[in-house]
């Protein structure tokens, strides 16, 4: 239910008190080290989308999680190439060729050898995220690792008639 909620812009307040309490989960982490990533990068939206929406809830939790980790958050280094559909009702495959190519890296000198940590509302497929880290890595990144605050589980293997 949360998932869902967060995506709402009247909801935002629950996106930064997710984002808090995810960075303050990280830290209890054995195995994770914030001094390990140079940047928090969260999935960006098309521009038509966030010109429309004005609320980009993957950006409020990276947000909230930098501040928690003592991070820099760099949320301009990523960007939309293209136009893509919401991957919500799509299969496994069409979430994956959906987003191909989808991704670009602003800040290629900024990128050269950095440490990121992507942040995104929902992982279902993993499509978006090797996406977006493809495109990190091709601008030079050296270590890329994703976080989100929900894992999709069911993904659609076929449409529903």
Known sequence: ????????????SLA?????????????????DATRYDFIVPIPQHWIRRVTVRYNQAEVLAENIAYTLSIPLHRRCLYRTRWTDKQGT????????????????????????AKILIVDDIVTSGATAHEAASALRKAGAK?????????????????KV
Do not use: Y
């Open 16 to 32: 930064i008190e997710l984002g808090q309490r995810i960075g303050l989960w990280l830290k209890t982490l054995e195995a994770f």
């Open 1 to 12: 239910r949360a998932a869902r909620k967060i995506k709402q812009p009247s909801c935002e």
């Open 143 to 159: 270590r890329i690792d994703v976080v989100a605050f929900a894992r999709g589980v069911g993904a659609f293997n076929h449409r």
């Open 90 to 113: 799509k299969t496994i495959l069409e979430r994956r060729t959906g987003v191909v190519d989808s991704f670009g890296c602003k800040s290629a000198r900024k990128m050269k050898t």
